[in-house]
C-alpha cells in the first residue's frame, strides 16, 4: 500500500517526531526528579535525565529519518540489480 504524500501527511510524520522527542525528554527528566528527592542529589538525575532522553529521542529520529531510508534504498538496489 503506498503511503500518501500530501502535506498533512509530512506534518503529522515530523510532528511525530517532535512529540516523541519531546515526550523521551519529559519522561526522563521526571524519573530524574524522582531519583533526585528520594536520594537528595538535586540537579545530578534530573541532568542525566533529560540528556538521556534527549539522546535516546534523537537517535530514535535519526534512525527513521536517515538509517532506515538508506537501508531501504540498499535493498531496492540489490533487488533491481
Not at 27 to 38: K, P
Not at 47 to 65: E, H, I, V
Not at 67 to 75: E, G, I, L, N, V
Request: charged share 20%; no cysteine.
Amino acid at each position: 500500500m503506498k503511503e500518501p504524500d500530501g502535506q498533512a501527511s509530512q506534518i503529522g510524520r515530523y510532528g511525530g517526531y517532535g512529540i516523541t522527542l519531546g515526550l523521551s525528554i519529559a519522561l526522563f527528566a521526571w524519573l530524574g526528579l524522582q531519583l533526585d528527592s528520594r536520594m537528595g542529589t538535586k540537579p545530578l538525575f534530573v541532568l542525566l535525565g533529560t540528556f538521556l532522553g534527549f539522546g535516546g529521542g534523537f537517535y530514535r529520529m535519526y534512525r527513521d529519518l536517515v538509517t532506515k531510508p538508506s537501508r531501504d534504498a540498499q535493498a531496492e538496489d540489490e533487488q533491481g540489480a
